[in-house]
């Protein structure tokens, strides 16, 4: 019901910014966002990594629930910021080959995984451009490796 909530004032403020603005959805730490109905070629989502140490491993699926976003690219950038306030961003990381996926009978799944590069870092920042009508997308932040695909 909490994550419900959150995503109602998430759409909510949305709809109040102009179109052609980049728009920032927030995940926090060991957490999900789960999108529906957008029409953008890229989405950007923040990601709250404060606390973790330099080398800590950062384990992130996709679920796109379509096997075309299998032609997207997936980039991560690093920030000091606030991950619900971006405003700097800073160096680019690609990590297109350690981005793996699997279908499922009903899902498909994109497994990523990224060092985090410093301890200064309060922020990743996950920048995903795809070239396919996506219905939905979902990306879920975990602790652990729990996927067998890696």
Known sequence: MKNFIKLILLLITFSFQYEDQQK???IDKYG???IHEFNKSNL???LDIRGMKKGDRIYLRYNPFSKTFLNSSVEYYWSKDNYK???NIT???STKNQCSGKITIIDYYIYCYVD???DVYNTLIIFVSYQSNIHQIQI???RFNNYTIF
Do not use: A, G, L, R
Request: no cysteine; glycine share 0%.
């Open 91 to 93: 160096e680019k990381e």
């Open 24 to 26: 920032y959805i927030p």
């Open 32 to 34: 999900d966002s789960k």
């Open 116 to 118: 985090q590069k410093d």
């Open 44 to 46: 950007i989502f923040t």
């Open 140 to 142: 879920s932040h975990n």
């Open 85 to 87: 306030n971006v405003i």
